[in-house]
Nanobody, 124 residues
Framework: QVQLVESGGGLVQAGGSLRLSCAAS????????MAWYRQAPGKQRELVAG???????EFGYSVKGRATISRDRDTNTMELQMNSLKPEDTAVYYC??????????????????WGTGTLVTVSS
């Protein structure tokens, strides 16, 4: 089992930046992929960014060019940096991790563990 805890959410002004962190505990050494997803009120969950053990990265269309993702496998932490924030980035951001089979980052298929989420509000 893996437990995921997100941190770093809050209120940010449009045009600003944020950094979210996700800490994995438990059997974190078996994780083969991690990702950030977000869900805004009334909208479907969407991929923000993901990273595999092989350092392959994927980004959601709406954040491409504005987001970076990194992972420290020694400490089992993952970070998301987003710049040039827009009000439409307002959402609950979730950390997810996989330690079993195939993962399809865009949909979240195969992600075995999810955090409880951290709210990011971008004010205009």
């Amino acid at each position: 089992q893996v437990q995921l805890v997100e941190s770093g959410g809050g209120l940010v002004q449009a045009g600003g930046s944020l950094r979210l962190s996700c800490a994995a505990s438990g059997s974190g050494s078996r994780i083969n992929a991690m990702a950030w997803y977000r869900q805004a009120p009334g909208k479907q969950r969407e991929l923000v960014a993901g990273i595999t053990n092989g350092e392959r990265r994927e980004f959601g269309y709406s954040v491409k060019g504005r987001a970076t993702i990194s992972r420290d496998r020694d400490t089992n932490t993952m970070e998301l940096q987003m710049n040039s924030l827009k009000p439409e980035d307002t959402a609950v951001y979730y950390c997810a991790a996989a330690d079993k089979g195939i993962v399809i980052m865009e949909s979240g298929y195969g992600m075995d563990y999810w955090g409880t989420g951290t709210l990011v509000t971008v004010s205009s």
